[in-house]
């Protein structure tokens, strides 16, 4: 079974620019989360979606992040304008139905924002 | 806010050596507590987790963990680690109201030196 797959695996950006990760979850699963990870931290849930709705997102700092699951498979997370801080590992996990089941992890893109 | 500490940050043992990972969470109610391993170079994934019933849960490579509900606590456990548990360790909690996130500890890096 392919497991939740995500790009790019790595960026470096310099700080007031636009970058997006890509995800795409295990096949058939209907939630999807996006997570930041900053170095030395545990994942920091920034936004939920069951299929293509966005269940929870009070910790996604909505003036500079941005996410959209269209169709209900894969997933973009937008991050414009860059700050300093931004710089983490973003992780994309995915689980069967809802927020019970099994979450299943990619392997996360690292951004380092110069 | 919900949170969960690990308060050990770094833990370095001989193979063989026994292992006791501690993790303490702070809130009140029903609980879904889990391990996530990340083992170098790869995804986190699930060690173990406990949703119910018998308080002591086995989860893979002969790890275990202990809910304890007086305590808050779910301290992970292993008789004895080989070298290949050289990962970093995650404890995570999900409330049971509301949107259900996951709440991850910091982490803890064990080093298994041969």
């Known amino acids: 079974e392919a497991g939740v797959a995500q790009s790019p695996r790595y960026k470096i950006i310099e700080k007031r620019q636009s970058v997006a990760f890509w995800c795409n979850p295990i096949?058939?699963?209907?939630?999807l989360y996006w997570y930041q990870q900053i170095l030395g931290q545990g994942p920091k849930l920034l936004i939920q979606?069951?299929?293509?709705?966005?269940?929870?997102d009070s910790q996604l700092p909505k003036d500079r992040f941005s996410a959209e699951r269209l169709k209900g498979v894969d997933s973009t997370l937008k991050i414009q304008p860059a700050k300093l801080e931004d710089s983490a590992v973003y992780l994309c996990a995915s689980s069967l139905a809802g927020a019970t089941d099994t979450q299943y992890f990619g392997p996360g893109t690292r951004l380092t924002v110069l | 806010a919900q949170s969960v500490s690990q308060h050990n940050h770094h833990v370095i043992l001989s193979e063989a050596a026994s292992l006791e990972l501690g993790c303490n969470y702070s809130y009140g109610g029903t609980v879904n507590l889990f391990w996530y391993v990340q083992y170098p170079g790869q995804h986190l994934q699930l060690l173990l987790k406990?949703?119910?019933?018998?308080?002591l849960v086995k989860g893979i490579k002969g790890f275990e963990a202990e809910f304890i509900k007086s305590k808050f606590s779910f301290n992970l456990r292993k008789p004895s680690v080989q070298w290949s548990d050289t990962a970093e360790y995650f404890c995570a909690v999900r409330e049971n109201t509301g949107f259900q996130k996951l709440v991850f500890g910091t982490g803890t890096r064990l080093l298994v030196s041969p």
């Open positions: 096949s058939g699963h209907a939630t």
């Open positions: 406990y949703f119910s019933g018998d308080p």
């Open positions: 979606f069951q299929n293509n709705g966005v269940v929870d």
